[in-house]
């Protein structure tokens, strides 16, 4: 029900409950209802409003209306329940009863109202006219009701709009239109008829429309210019479409008429386009849901939180569409604590190729401000996706690059103009770039490396050179293929072959076969200690032609120029360390690592001195590319490929930590993939079928009761001490635990191996159990030993001595190492070979034996396939067997079964064997130690 407060002529709003007659109309007594009361019960958001809105008009009488209560009125014509709308006439009761009330219903929204202004003579009138009942009607003679609605018989039609609702009531103030001299007319104007002119329709009789020839003079006829102002509000961004005819702008979404002079100075009237501005009007409607729910509130301008704004990077978009559109854009410098540039990115990319890296030009512009090279680098390391720029805002980058730029950063070094990556990484370069951003030359490049390494076996054939004396088996050729097309490439590898496969044959053959090219002509191969023997042998057997200098020993040269007069040169690690400062300055042309494993770890003196040799390629060879963890492969791949798993700490990031602590396959297999060009793997399996059967044992040896306890109570201290420490000490206690897993093992071997049990006189289960297998087996095989601990050998020699089993023993403190092998092989008096793992694990060829015993399992899976390959290799005629002893329910035990989770490291990157030992938690810890046998 509508009507006026008793003693204020105010508009309220009040809700009733009364029974109907039988002609459906109200019978007293009228309950008034609260409408605050009934909000608990109500769950309709429109109804919610609805009684919000209604309360608003039982609130203070005197207070004055505002926009708010114009919008609060729209909510209650909205009247969401569909309750009958009755108004109170006061002159009958004054109080609401059945017989007060008339039926009435709401009509359409007055949203406008015409002010006419008329000029007679010397005086200006003003007059306002409604659109009611179908016509426009003079405010006199307007039936208006509770100063907000236009009543037309039983409808009420709301003056939607505070201008509008001000407007009339200070006109029927006035009691009839307004007059003032035309002397104060330009003042009305300019302050009150032009800003309401905004809002309202304001017409001024007398003025026509414009002709043609006005529109021409003054500049008219052009289509007119679209702009849009941003400005601050409170904490809301105004959006302002503006549309310019001529100089004069006007708002979009006003209702103002434009009027100029001609040169005569004659007034006319510009008829708006309303098609273009409706169509600007339409693109603003189409970029936010939240301006088309403005529209109800006749807005002059559209408007959004800022964080509306902001989120999910709106403004970007938007401001993409108002330049694609031509629309100019104001103000948005001026936005409070808003520093991104408007502007969307625009990146172009351009490869080329050049000496030994390929050069990515990166452009990244936000319209006329261009970001540099270095300060997207810094966005990207700072995982900012803003970049800095010059006019001191800040692009935004886009999201779909954002891991590119982080790709392509981390693939090469970053200059001024452009990202240099080693060529090496071309199968990285195809990955990270189209084919269109890459110039002709580099694309043509890209192919011939992509084509050329895409498979070894498709390699073109190198011709066996003349000088070679022997027979390349099919993957010694293609490895041979394989080696000369990575240094016609300007590329170093790592040959990766499996134990025994003749690694150093496949070099000696690619050495010959570089023979007598252009450049320098002295390789350099460094090795362990051990092996310098051999490699001497197999270059006299297979390329007699080589000239050959063994540059080890006291006499060794101390000249650089005197490598001159040969074609390869041997030497060991150990020289290298201290002939390095001169070997450095010496150009070589091919340098190769045997056994490559000992640069593995990056912080060493070894690495550092084989990173500062001179040749233009380099090689790592090696059985074992990775035995602890990935950063093995890359110490030896940074060493034979620079750049091509870039520096240590991205390759840390990128691989390392993913696959050596989360085990990630993914992570495995995008290595496996960047280095699958320069790393060549075979194992037997693939490429010697003929190789006889391999068998494998494991046989338990159960301790005596006196071993066992000396066991138990060692184990016990290690327990308690790993018990007391939190998980930071424990990581800081790594040296004291190995210490202890050492005792253990040394426990499983032999007490005696321990300096405080050196006079135990039990017997070594392990012990017996050797000798047995040796006495029945040694009369018709030979027998390789290996153990860690040399004084363990020691004790297995002495019991072969008791039974006049002749063997010999190498350890790292053998000097006459190439005697001892040589009458191993070929004295058939000599039955068993015990060798230190240490020092005879690699680079022996002792295929003379068939039986392989490993005393002591050793953290490194791969050290012992190492130890079992010196008998199981090219040339072995005989089946293996590789027995590895350990104690059941010992440490011993556990190491078998945590090598066994953690053998698929190297397998899911070269193929090949991990180490066990690399992160063990405390759980693992205690899984070692396992429950004691013995209580105490």
Known sequence: MLRYYRFHKQLSLELYEAALTAAGKPRNPLVPVNPL??????????????????????????????AADIEALRLVLRNPAGLPVYTHDAGFSDNPTAGSLSAVRFGADISDATLLVTRRGDTYTCSVQLPAGGRMLPLEE?????????????????LAGFPLFRLVRFFRGLRGPLQLPAAHFPELRRHVLDPLGDLLTVHYTGVRPASEEQLEETGLATAPARLLYLSDSGAHISITPVVRYGDTEVPVLSKRQVYAQDRAGQWFCLVRDEAAELTFTALLLQQHPDFERQLDTDPLAFYLHRSRFLENDWF????????????TVLGFGALKGIRSSPHAAQVSVQVRSGIDWFGASVKLRFGKQTATL????????????????GDGTQGLLPEAWLGRFSEWFNAGDADTEEIRIPKVQFATVAELFKEDELDREALAELRYYQDSFAKPGALPEVPVPAGFRGTLRHYQQQGLNWLQALADGGFGGCLADDMGLGKTVQVLAFLLAEAGKDGPHTSLVVMPNSLLFNWQAEAERFAPSLRLHLHYGERRLRHIRDFDRFDLVLTTYGTLLQDVSYLKNYGFRHVFLDEAQAIKNVGSQRYAAARLLQARTRFAITGTPVENNSLDL??????????????????????????????SSRHARQLQARVAPFLLRRTKKEVAPELPEKTELLLACPMEESQQRIYDACARELRDFIDGKADDELKRSSVFLLRGLTRL???????QLLPEEKHWNGSSSKIEALVEGIVNNAPGHKILVFSQFVSMLELIRAELEKREILSEVLTGSTRDRAGAVQRFETDDRT?????????????????????????????????EDQAIDRAYRIGQEKKVVAVRLYCPGTVEEKIHQLQAAKRALSGGIVGGNASFFNHISRQEWTELLGPLKTAF
């Open 37 to 66: 009361d009934r909000v608990p019960r109500t769950t309709d958001p429109a109804l919610l409003q609805f009684l919000a809105a209604v309360s608003r008009f039982q609130k203070d009488p005197t207070a004055p209306r505002t």
């Open 142 to 158: 307007a039936d208006i009701a509770f100063d907000h609605f236009v009543r037309s018989g039983e409808e009420l039609q709301l």
């Open 316 to 327: 970007l978009g938007a401001f993409a569409q108002w330049q694609e559109a031509g629309i």
């Open 374 to 389: 270095k300060q997207l680098q810094q966005a990207v390391r700072a995982k900012s996706r803003y970049v800095a720029l």
């Open 634 to 663: 890359y110490a030896q791949l940074s060493f034979a490929c620079p750049g091509l798993l870039g520096s240590k700490r991205s390759f840390t990031q990128l691989f390392s930590i993913p696959i050596d602590q989360f085990g």
């Open 745 to 751: 093992r040394q426990i499983c071997n032999a007490p």
């Open 831 to 863: 039955r068993v070979f015990l060798i230190s793992l240490k020092a005879g694990g690699t680079g022996l060829n002792l295929t003379a034996a068939d039986y392989v015993y490993l005393v002591d399992p050793w953290w490194n899976p791969a050290v």
